[in-house]
Structures are given as C-alpha cells and as structure tokens.
C-alpha cells in the first residue's frame, strides 16, 4: 500500500537515503530541503524547520500533493562543534531550535491528521553520541537526548491512537556531516566501532523503513541503534 511519507532534510546524505527507500518501495515521498534544489524524481519542498510559518507551509503543500502525511521522518539536523567554554549561546541555541524544537514543530504538525487518522508513524533521527556523550558536541549531544525523551512522552500520549514513535541513533555515517572530520579523527573513530568502519546512510534508512512497516506495529518508545555496535551498553 502506497503511504505519504514526509521526511525532513531530505535532499542528501541520510535524508536522502530514507527518502529513496521509501521511493523504491513504492510511497509517496515528500523531502524538506532548504538550500539549493530538491533531489530529482522526489517531490521536494522548501522548508527550514526552525521557521514555524515555512513548517505550515510546507505541510500544506504535502496535503495537496500526496494527502496527510501517515510517516514522518523528523531527519535535519546541523552540527556547530566546539568545546564548552568556547561555545556560544548562540553555537547552543542554534543547534538546539533546530535538532530538538524543530523536530517538535514538525512532529506536532504531523501529529494532527495523524490522530484524526487513528494512525501514523513517527521516526526521529538522534545519534549514538546523545547516550555517549560526545566531547566538542554539548550542544548536539543535547539535543539528540533530549529527542529520546520527547519520542518517549509521544510514544505514552500518542499510542493509544495507533501512533508509534521510534527513535533511530546512528553512529559515524558517510555523508557531508562527517567529511569535515579529518582523517586522523576518522581512523580514531573507526578503531572504537566494533564493525571497524562508518555505515552508509542506506544502513540507516533500512531501519527506518522497518519502523514505518507493519511488522514494526507493536515497536513504540524503542531506540534503535544503528552503529556498528559503538554505543553498546548505553
Ligand atoms: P547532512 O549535513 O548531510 O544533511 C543535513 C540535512 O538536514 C540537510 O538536508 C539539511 O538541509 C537539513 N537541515 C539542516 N538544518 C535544517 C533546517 N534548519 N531546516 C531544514 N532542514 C535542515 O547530515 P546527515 O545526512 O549526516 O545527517 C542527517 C541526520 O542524521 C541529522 O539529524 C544528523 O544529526 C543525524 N546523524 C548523522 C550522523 C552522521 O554520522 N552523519 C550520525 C548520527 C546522526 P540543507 O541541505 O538545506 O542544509
């Protein structure tokens, strides 16, 4: 059955990936982009997450498209590393009104028709550093625990209306977010992740397509690590 999929940050790197496979599935994909243009062959529209005019926006213009959105992949994310008495209020609150409240602006905007709907499914992207600790990333760290405890609140409030809400914590991913790490830093890496490399964002959005499946339909509140085995225990 063909669902309409909204996945936000969707024009590279994991975004991109999760938007694909849910493509070649056969839904309805709508991807949030803000810069540059949408990816080719997926329908894209123009939304940066930490304006609450551009979510409603965008969300109507997904109704229109492909109908109310039934998955919801709450991907865009941003880095501003640095350690903590260098780090900014604004190197802090950037970082947050963008991973942890603009998950929350799209999330309760998705949430409406979901409840009318009797059902939905909801999938956050976090990080394996949310439950580490990452040192140099305060403020990312930060806001990707602080969605574990935001999908957790839903998965309790939303639940009984057949909404599940799932998290998925990936650890080192190829993509434009991890290029900036030296090759120093990513050997330093790679020697800390059992499976002794970084995951292509495909290994990512398959757990996200298992989330979103029926065979997931009694999996709430779960955070799914997707790291190679580096956040074992936490
Ligand atoms: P990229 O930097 O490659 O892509 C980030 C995406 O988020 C882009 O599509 C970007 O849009 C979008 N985005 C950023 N800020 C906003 C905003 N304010 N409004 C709307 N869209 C925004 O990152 P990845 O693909 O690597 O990461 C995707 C998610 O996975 C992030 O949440 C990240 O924290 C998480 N993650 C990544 C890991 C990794 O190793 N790469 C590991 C663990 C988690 P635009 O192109 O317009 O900038």
Same mark, same amino acid.
Not at 52 to 79: D, I, M, R, S
Not at 102 to 123: E, N, Y
Not at 162 to 188: H, Q, Y
Not at 199 to 215: G, K, N, T
């Given at each position: 059955?063909?669902?309409?999929?909204?996945? %936000?940050? *969707?024009? $590279?790197?994991?975004?991109?990936?999760?938007?694909?496979?849910?493509?070649?599935?056969? =839904? #309805?994909?709508?991807?949030?982009?803000? +810069?540059?243009?949408?990816?080719?062959?997926?329908?894209?529209?123009?939304? =940066?997450?930490? =304006?609450?005019?551009?979510?409603?926006?965008?969300? !109507?213009?997904?109704?229109?498209?492909?109908?109310?959105?039934?998955?919801?992949?709450?991907?865009?994310?941003? %880095?501003?590393?640095?350690?903590?008495?260098?780090?900014?209020?604004?190197?802090?609150?950037?970082?947050?009104? %963008?991973?942890?409240?603009?998950?929350?602006?799209?999330?309760?905007?998705?949430? #409406?028709?979901?409840?009318?709907? $009797? #059902?939905? $499914?909801?999938?956050?992207?976090?990080?394996?550093?949310?439950?580490?600790? +990452?040192?140099?990333?305060?403020?990312?760290?930060?806001? !990707?625990?602080?969605?574990?405890?935001?999908?957790?609140?839903?998965?309790?409030?939303?639940? +009984?209306?057949?909404? @599940?809400?799932?998290?998925?914590?990936? *650890?080192?991913?190829? @993509?434009?977010? @991890? #290029?900036?790490?030296?090759?120093? $830093?990513?050997?330093?890496?790679?020697?800390?992740?059992?499976?002794?490399?970084?995951?292509?964002?495909?290994?990512?959005? +398959?757990?996200?397509?298992?989330?979103?499946?029926?065979?997931?339909?009694?999996?709430?509140?779960?955070?799914?690590?997707?790291?190679?085995?580096?956040?074992?225990?936490?």
């Amino acid at each position: 059955m063909s669902r309409s999929v909204l996945v %936000t940050g *969707g024009n $590279r790197g994991i975004g991109l990936a999760i938007a694909r496979a849910f493509a070649d599935a056969g =839904d #309805k994909v709508a991807v949030t982009y803000r +810069s540059g243009e949408p990816p080719e062959g997926l329908f894209g529209v123009k939304c =940066d997450i930490t =304006d609450p005019e551009q979510v409603e926006q965008a969300f !109507k213009e997904v109704e229109a498209a492909q109908g109310p959105v039934e998955v919801l992949v709450a991907n865009a994310g941003v %880095t501003r590393d640095t350690l903590l008495l260098r780090m900014s209020e604004e190197d802090f609150t950037s970082v947050l009104d %963008t991973n942890l409240t603009g998950t929350f602006r799209v999330v309760k905007r998705a949430s #409406k028709a979901m409840l009318r709907a $009797r #059902k939905g $499914r909801i999938v956050l992207i976090s990080s394996v550093v949310g439950l580490l600790g +990452s040192a140099g990333q305060a403020n990312y760290a930060a806001s !990707k625990a602080g969605l574990v405890g935001f999908a957790r609140s839903l998965a309790r409030e939303l639940g +009984s209306r057949n909404i @599940t809400v799932n998290v998925v914590a990936p *650890g080192f991913v190829d @993509t434009d977010m @991890t #290029k900036v790490l030296g090759e120093e $830093r990513r050997a330093e890496i790679v020697s800390q992740v059992p499976l002794a490399r970084y995951a292509q964002p495909e290994e990512i959005a +398959s757990a996200v397509r298992f989330l979103s499946s029926d065979e997931a339909a009694y999996i709430t509140g779960a955070v799914i690590p997707v790291d190679g085995g580096l956040g074992m225990g936490h």
